[in-house]
């Protein structure tokens, strides 16, 4: 499976906040949408993601008054991303390797989704029910 078929399952939606938004503002937004981290452009520019491990390990070494700060101040500058060609196993790959839950995905220099961990995972599920399904049906027509 790639990653274009888990694009294609769970929709193309790109959530993305400015860096000049105070990190109140996009704490507030994750929680609303349920999220655990957000990309950061400047128009169709990736310029970083903002995750719950940022928020904490600002908060964390500046006290609550970073929440006043804008997300640019904080957010993880270098992006690890993903192209929609790439495989479940090879994504899993690089979120292990990289201690990561969100990776961004890139065709031709644009970002056309983001994946999570949580996607990965449901994907995999649903291949391995799937491959116990088919073998269920061989067993029990030989």
Known sequence: M???AILDSKGHDIIHVTPDVTLAEAVKLLAERRIGAVLVMSGHV???I?????IVRVIAERGA???AEPVGSVMTRKV???KPADTVGAI???MTSGKFRHLPVLHED???GLI???DVVKTRVAEFEHEQEALREYIATA
């Open 80 to 82: 690890i991303h993903c």
């Open 110 to 112: 644009r970002i056309v």
């Open 50 to 54: 903002l995750s719950e491990r940022d």
């Open 65 to 67: 008054d970073a929440l």
């Open 116 to 118: 999570s961990i949580g």
């Open 92 to 94: 899993m790959e690089k």
């Open 46 to 48: 990736l310029d970083g």
């Open 2 to 4: 790639t990653v274009q």
